[in-house]
């Protein structure tokens, strides 16, 4: 078997090891650029079986669509793809929820709202009085976002329980996103029941599976999948730093044992990841970080 999926999925710390030192050892696993890499690779080893791990929010799981329907329409019959994918609003919901961490306002991400459109976000302005921008990834987008939710504050809009959801990414984003994508989602993908997340538990339907017209690429009715459970090592805080509870540099094992070179949690994988972040920036242990924290 070959298994294919993303680079940063490459050093996400397993069971026992990451697919990186799996790979190490001989097993054949390969990182691509997109899921449509992976369907080439089928047609060239007949004789194996190809599969495609897959990962990510609204803003990846539209490529995983497409290459879905072209395994279909190209009976490429040795390609399955296992679906990790993940959707936004029900994590969002069990934060707001959660009462563990008070939250006044949300930067939407920018591709995620390309895909979903802005209405995906008007739930946590009608029913929780959040306000919402979302935004783009250029430092004047993100200084732009904050001043506009600023501006709701100062305004008294969200005193009177006015909260809005603005666009700031207009050039991108549409209210109502892309519509090509979410019907091509529709069709391939059927919402799970529930889904466990590494740092954030059990959430019901924020997963997405596969549907059972495209059962024959489907991984999991492909192969006997134990459904492992994969704990959190108990020093690692990722959850606690997903959602808000604790800055990244307040775990304990930030900088010193977990690392972007040698990664304990989640948060610390990806470039994008909140503990990769403040690792990156300089912000590399607590006594630096307390040093530049402005005190309430």
């Not at 993908?189 to 538990?201: A, Q, S, Y």
């Not at 495209?214 to 805080?237: H, M, Q, S």
Request: charged fraction near 20%.
């Amino acid at each position: 078997m070959i298994l294919t999926t993303f680079g940063d999925m490459m050093r996400v710390p397993g069971s026992q090891e990451s697919l990186l030192q799996v790979r190490a050892a001989g097993a054949d696993v390969r990182f691509v650029y997109s899921p449509l890499d992976a369907l080439p690779i089928a047609r060239d080893n007949p004789d194996k079986q190809v599969v495609f791990f897959a990962v990510g929010f609204e803003t990846t799981a539209p490529s995983t669509a497409v290459t879905l329907e072209r395994a279909r329409v190209e009976g490429v019959a040795n390609f399955s793809v296992f679906s990790n994918h993940v959707t936004t609003e029900p994590p969002l919901r069990a934060i707001v929820n959660g009462g563990e961490t008070e939250i006044d306002a949300f930067i939407g991400p920018g591709h995620v709202a390309s895909v979903v459109g802005t209405h995906a976000f008007d739930f946590l302005a009608e029913e929780f009085n959040r306000p919402v921008v979302v935004t783009g990834f250029e430092p004047l987008d993100v200084l732009q976002a904050v001043a506009m939710l600023l501006e709701q504050f100062t305004s008294g809009e969200v005193a009177a329980g006015r909260a809005t959801v603005q666009n700031q990414y207009a050039r991108v984003v549409r209210p109502d996103g892309n519509i090509v994508a979410q019907k091509l989602m529709d069709r391939v993908f059927r919402t799970r029941d529930t889904f466990e997340w590494r740092g954030l538990g059990w959430i019901d339907h924020s997963g997405l599976g596969i549907a059972p017209e495209y059962a024959a690429w489907d991984a999991e009715a492909t192969f006997t999948v134990p459904g492992v459970r994969v704990a959190d090592p108990p020093a690692c805080e990722c959850g606690s730093v997903l959602t808000g509870r604790i800055k990244p540099w307040q775990c304990r094992v930030f900088g010193t044992a977990c690392t972007p070179t040698t990664p304990i949690g989640t948060c610390m994988v990806s470039p994008e990841g909140a503990c990769a972040a403040y690792y990156n920036f300089g912000r590399l242990d607590r006594d630096t970080a307390n040093a530049v924290t402005i005190r309430d």
